[in-house]
């Protein structure tokens, strides 16, 4: 699929790519709606409904990322509310191959989530995901997001890396368009984030459920 001799970063973004999408997709459609609905005393359908449109209304921006927004958007305690559900964050059954291989094959592995640093720090916390790389970078230290090419402008440099010998992994066709628009060479979408969920028909990036698909050829 790539030719592994003409990358030397690769930048991965973390939820759906390294860790299941799941416990996100429960907290954000299921954990948070009914704990908002006890504390306004509203129904459930109703809180579903306000915080779906609140989702929409800030959708692709910072602030949909931002804890401290949806805490004050909500007035919950956010992340306390994550720590509640923290028992579903694991990392997918096959990212710890692929990040093991990405190393031996000594590349610069760099994690670029668009997750606020209390999100991040909690699935740390939970995953020990941070051994895997040489640095972690929250997109909220600059401010916008992989949807947004200053996004990528800035990250550039940042990390001064060549465009031409990078490869970008995520689960998110219009963050990929977004660093394919910047001119990345190598992109790689994951098809299956949330491994409660089927897996996404996807024809505009070349796509794998499994990193055993592209492990073989790294070393």
């Given at each position: 699929m790539f030719n592994w001799a003409e990358i030397d970063t690769v930048l991965l973004d973390m939820d759906g790519t390294l860790l299941d999408l799941h416990y996100d997709n429960h907290f954000w459609k299921s954990h948070l709606p009914t704990r908002y609905a006890q504390h306004h005393d509203i129904s459930e359908e109703d809180a579903h409904k306000l915080l779906s449109q609140g989702y929409q209304d800030v959708a692709g921006t910072i602030d949909w990322y931002c804890l401290d927004y949806w805490a004050d958007k909500t007035q919950l305690p956010i992340v306390e509310l994550k720590k509640e559900v923290q028992h579903l964050i694991q990392m997918r059954d096959d990212a710890h191959d692929f990040l093991i291989a990405l190393k031996k094959a000594d590349k610069d592995v760099i994690l670029v989530t668009n997750a606020h640093p209390d999100a991040l720090a909690l699935k740390i916390e939970r995953t020990g995901l941070d051994k895997y790389f040489d640095q972690?970078?929250?997109?909220?230290?600059?401010?916008?997001?992989?949807?947004?090419?200053?996004?990528?402008?800035?990250?550039?440099?940042?990390?001064?890396?060549?465009?031409?010998?990078?490869?970008?992994?995520?689960?998110?066709?219009?963050?990929?368009?977004?660093?394919?628009?910047?001119?990345?060479?190598?992109?790689?979408?994951?098809?299956?984030?949330?491994?409660?969920?089927?897996?996404?028909?996807?024809?505009?990036?070349?796509?794998?459920?499994?990193?055993?698909?592209?492990?073989?050829?790294?070393?």
């Open positions: 972690l970078i929250s997109t909220h230290q600059f401010g916008v997001t992989k949807e947004s090419q200053l996004l990528w402008q800035r990250l550039h440099e940042h990390l001064k890396f060549d465009k031409s010998r990078t490869l970008f992994v995520d689960d998110s066709l219009p963050i990929l368009k977004s660093a394919q628009m910047f001119g990345i060479a190598h992109l790689l979408a994951i098809a299956n984030p949330d491994s409660k969920l089927p897996s996404n028909s996807i024809t505009d990036f070349p796509a794998i459920e499994h990193y055993q698909d592209v492990i073989t050829d790294i070393c």
